[in-house]
């Protein structure tokens, strides 16, 4: 019976189905364990990184350490920063400079970059990773929570971006852009945060494609993550979701390496890029399936 399923002269449509998924899949994961990263290409690199003081960027800042290159770190909190800072010069990082920096003041990624061009002469890569949560006591659908997640989420991402491209230019380097699952597969109670990673998708898609019309040679690495392993992060959805943060080390690996290799795209874990490929099949997924990820009673209350 089984095979007179898959048999051609039984359903010819069927068997053509199963024939291109079999190729897509065999594409796939050729593209995922093609490995072409080398670790002496980032020896001497000059990074600016943002969101440095934990989680994933401050897995990202080690690596980098390790490798050979010359840092700029920038988060929110100094005294996290100076722990970060110290780790990586015991890792070997030749020259490490840090900058404390409040990305919700728009007056901020302007010093933030030129301190990183003083300290560096140059950038090589720009890795955006920094986030934040909208500030406690605000209610989570307002118009001043979303514009605030807007400011820190997206748009000094595109000031940090547009003040560091010239020099990026000039070394041909990289943008490396840590987003979110939620920035291609919107999903409840989450909406203004929803936003602003949807539309760094864009504004970098976008952005991607002026670059190549231009001839300018920058690449952009978009990485999609699932739940990053800081406190800011677990606690905005702390009893609402039941997913799992993802594992800092494990993630900040893949995002170097996509970042090295000039890789359009980064998903971690990779299943994430099939959530993606089959979200125009879901695009609106009955709710019995949403609740398998939500406890809805905290959710409900958020």
Known sequence: PVLAILSPAADPGRAM???????????????YWADNFDPASLQGARVLLT???AGVGEELAYHYARLGSHLVLTAHTEAFLQKVVGNCRKLGAPKVFYIA???????????VVQFALD???????????????????????????????????????????????PSLTDSKGSLVVVSSLLGRVPTSFSSPYSAAKFALDSFFGSLRRELDVQDVNVAITMCILGLQDRSSAAEGIRGVTRAKAALGPKAALAVIRGGATRASGVF???????????????????????????NITAAATA
């Open 17 to 31: 189905k199963v024939l291109l998924l079999t190729v897509l899949g065999a594409l796939f994961f050729a593209y």
């Open 51 to 53: 969101g440095a003081s």
């Open 101 to 111: 920096a409040d990305m919700a003041s728009p007056e901020v990624p302007e010093r």
């Open 119 to 165: 300290k560096l002469g140059g950038l090589d890569y720009l890795v955006l990773n920094h986030l934040g949560a909208a500030p406690a006591g605000t209610p989570a659908r307002s118009t001043q929570a979303t514009r605030w997640l807007m400011q820190v989420n997206f748009l000094s991402y595109v000031q940090l971006t547009s003040l560091a491209l």
């Open 268 to 294: 971690y874990p990779w299943r994430f890029h099939l959530l993606c490929l089959i979200r125009a099949w879901l695009p609106r997924p009955r709710a019995w399936f949403i609740r398998q990820e939500l």
